[in-house]
Every structure is written in C-alpha cells, then in structure tokens.
C-alpha cells in the first residue's frame, strides 16, 4: 500500500508530502496519523523548518466522506478531535512549519494551511471553510488569528470562498508563489530562520501566541457531539455533489 504521507530529510528540512493525489489528498486516518508522525519526528535538534506539500493537483480538500454510511456519529466524533490535535500539533511543534499549497485547499486542509507559519499558495489556489454547514467548529480561532476576526466569520459563518489574492490580502496566505518555485521559496525562508536559534524561534513564537489548545478543543468536541453529526454530514456531502456540474 502506498504510504499516505511520504516524509523526506534534507538536511535542516523535513517535507511531509500529502500522498493520495487520487482523493485530493482528503484527510483519512492514515493522513492525519502520518502527519502527527511528521510533527513528532521534528523533535530532532537538528531540524529547523517542517515543509508541508500535497502531491498531485490539490494540496488538501479537507475531510475524506469516503464509507461516511459506516461510521456513527462517534467514530466521526473520533476524526475530528484527531484532527483538531493535529492542527494544535503543526501551530505548536517544535519548530516552525511552512505549507505549499495548489489547486484546491478546503476544510480542514485549509485549516491545516491556516495553522502554519508560513503560507504559500499558487496564484490560483482557492480556499474554503464549509465545516459550518454541518455545524463544526474547527480551526476558528487560529483562522481569526492570521485573517482577522471578521474575515474569519465571513468565511465560515457565510462559508464564502476565497480566490489566492484574496486569501493573500487577508492575510491568511503570506506569499504567491508559482508551484515551480516552491524549493526556491522554502530555500529563502530557512536561510533567514537559520540565523536565529531553535529554541529562541520556539520562545518568541510561544511570547506571540496564546495558548488555547484546551478552548479549542472543547468547542470543536461540543459542536461535534450535537446528535446528527453523521446526517448533517450526508446532507453537505449530497449538496455538493448536486452543484457540481455534470
């Protein structure tokens, strides 16, 4: 079977790259635990900088609905408070992590963009955050933390799309970046954190950010154990499908 996220050293540099290009890199079990082993591996001293990519044509399009008529509400419960830790686990790891992001980056992939450091996007990357329509909150506050609290609600409570310019004019993508310039990007970053130690880097980010791990994920378990989780999900799902064109 092929591995659901590939790790990769180079030196200073972990990449963990998203490997089931066939489901938009969709967020099953396998995903989110191969992420977490990504997060758990930059406890080596000598890693500075954790690169996150998604293989094929989207980076991440958010929570796979794959055998969503087998699992109760419970096991769906179970999945979103894995990864709520593992985007708690990507904002607090111990070293900064930078995203590369193309194609489509929806959900909880966009809130696996959104709890990074640095956040590149492709000129066309498009973003979106429909976790309301089947009345989660996930990711909220560290969403209103890089793009404002406003824009925030707008694109959740509204669930409004966001086109790359926008997403880089709120904030919530800190660069565009062509995708054949992804290296180069990432090259230029670690070359300017290598200059600061790895511990200081973990203290001025722990100095710059509140930590509200145990908030946030109290309302995501309270919003997630509302009874009909599986069929507000069956019906955003079905939604969908019937806008999609034909």
């Not at 096991?75 to 111990?94: T, Y």
């Not at 560290?142 to 409004?160: E, F, I, K, N, Y």
């Not at 509200?212 to 997630?224: P, T």
């Amino acid at each position: 079977m092929t591995e659901a996220v590939r790790l990769h050293r180079d030196g200073a540099l972990l990449t963990a790259t998203l490997c089931r290009p066939d489901r938009g890199n969709a967020l099953d079990d396998s995903l989110v635990d191969g992420l977490l082993a990504a997060v758990d591996a930059t406890a080596d001293p000598a890693i500075r900088l954790l690169v996150l990519r998604g293989e094929g044509r989207n980076f991440c399009t958010g929570f796979d609905l794959a055998g969503l008529e087998t699992q109760s509400d419970g096991d769906l419960l179970a999945r979103f408070v894995r990864i709520e830790l593992l985007l708690q686990a990507l904002h607090h790891a111990p070293v900064p992590c930078i995203a590369l992001a193309q194609g489509r980056v929806f959900g909880a992939g966009a809130d696996i963009f959104a709890a990074c450091r640095w956040r590149l996007a492709t000129p066309t990357t498009s973003f979106a955050f429909p976790g309301a329509r089947f009345g989660l909150v996930l990711g909220t506050r560290r969403l209103a933390m890089v793009a404002g609290a406003q824009t925030a609600l707008d694109l959740t409570q509204l669930g409004r799309p966001l086109n790359a310019p926008a997403a880089l004019a709120c904030g919530l993508a800190t660069g565009l970046v062509a995708e054949a310039d992804f290296d180069a990007a990432v090259t230029a970053v670690h070359a300017e954190l290598a200059s600061t130690p790895r511990a200081t880097v973990t203290a001025l980010r722990d100095a710059a950010l509140p930590d509200q791990r145990a908030q946030d994920l109290a309302a995501l378990v309270r919003s997630a154990a509302v009874p009909g989780l599986g069929a507000r999900i069956a019906a955003y799902a079905a939604q969908r499908a019937k806008a999609k064109p034909s």
